[in-house]
């Protein structure tokens, strides 16, 4: 897949994209440069470290693997060095961690997600939310400036929203960000589910409902286990729904409010689609804490709305 060339040469890297399409503020527009920059090494870092556990856990008392920690400090290094970060929260420290006092932005990062998918060679990704100000606690994400992912499959693509549409990004051989698709959208009617944590269907009928009727219309199964990689998926095929229900395992939900579902609320509401919690619009849910957690139900709008009707009307 290869952009229009209809497109001019400096709107097809993602700094020219950023200044010239998206006219991106000048800091903001260093800071996504500086946030795919530490993307490049990470997915170096995955060709080249070895797969196996760090002998540390998280916050959530996960057990790390080598690429967490190494992606970590890769993506904490970066936003050290440029100036502008106040704070940043980061699902690998259990606190919110000061930078810059006076500079303009805020972030908020999965520096590794689906990292128990490393040594099965997997799609894997990161993921950042970007808020203006001192810190994320006590925003919305709705409040984001920009968010933004980067999965690392077969290829390494970017994707990112600054308030002007969803724009997608590959990474070439040189090791430049070149635009592939713009204005990304998500169509209201879902073909493709993606379930996670199905343990939810013994415990809510509304949940097992919804699910039971994606199987009798022969909808599309595709799960992976990353949620980046899953949720690209219904950016590229242009629909589809991504489910991670509360359950007895995970009572508030597995998925992390910060890293996680805000900024794919954020992305997702740019193209198009819905995120939502089962109850509220996933965009305004206050962050009160770094580990807080959701439910999150995310993708084509009428689906999202089918499920949340669903779990109201059968707990
Ligand atoms: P992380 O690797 O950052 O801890 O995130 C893993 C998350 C998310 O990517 C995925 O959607 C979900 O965990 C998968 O959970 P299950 O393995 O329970 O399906
Ligand atoms: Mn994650
Ligand atoms: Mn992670």
Not at 116 to 131: K, P, T
């Amino acid at each position: 897949m290869t952009p229009s060339p209809s497109v001019p040469a400096e709107l097809r890297s993602l700094n020219g994209h950023l200044f010239h399409v998206s006219k991106a503020p000048d800091k903001l527009r260093h800071l996504i440069n500086d946030l795919s920059r530490a993307a490049k090494y990470i997915s170096y870092a995955i060709k080249t470290t070895e797969a196996g556990l760090a002998g540390s856990v998280n916050m959530f008392g996960e057990e790390q693997v080598k690429l967490d920690v190494l992606s970590d400090r890769i993506i904490q290094e970066h936003l050290r060095e440029n100036l502008l970060v106040s704070s940043y929260a980061c699902e690998e420290h259990d606190s919110i961690v000061d930078l810059s006092p006076d500079a303009p932005y805020a972030v908020a990062f999965d520096p590794l997600d689906g990292s128990s998918l490393v040594d099965a060679n997997l799609a894997i990704g990161s993921i950042f939310g970007i808020y203006e100000g001192k810190e994320i606690i006590g925003h919305t994400p709705r409040e984001q400036v920009a968010a933004l992912y980067v999965l690392y499959g077969p290829r390494t693509l970017l994707v990112y929203s600054t308030g002007s549409g969803v724009h997608e990004f590959l990474l070439n051989d040189v090791g430049e960000f070149i635009l592939l698709r713009e204005h990304l959208g998500i169509g209201d009617n879902a073909k493709n589910f993606s379930p996670g944590n199905l343990r939810g269907i013994d415990e809510s009928q509304g949940y097992r409902d919804i699910v039971e009727s994606w199987l009798s219309q022969q909808m599309t199964l595709r799960y992976s286990g990353c949620l980046v990689a899953d949720v690209h998926h219904i950016f590229s095929k242009g629909q589809g729904i991504f489910t991670f229900p509360a359950s007895h395992k995970y009572p508030q939900g597995k998925l992390r409010h910060a890293f996680e579902c805000g900024p794919f609320a954020y992305l997702v509401n740019q193209a198009g689609g819905a995120a939502s919690d089962g109850t509220q619009e996933i965009l305004d849910i206050p962050i009160t804490a770094v580990d807080q957690r959701c439910p999150l139900f995310i993708g084509s709008k009428n689906e999202v709305q089918r499920l949340c009707t669903s779990l109201a009307m059968k707990k």
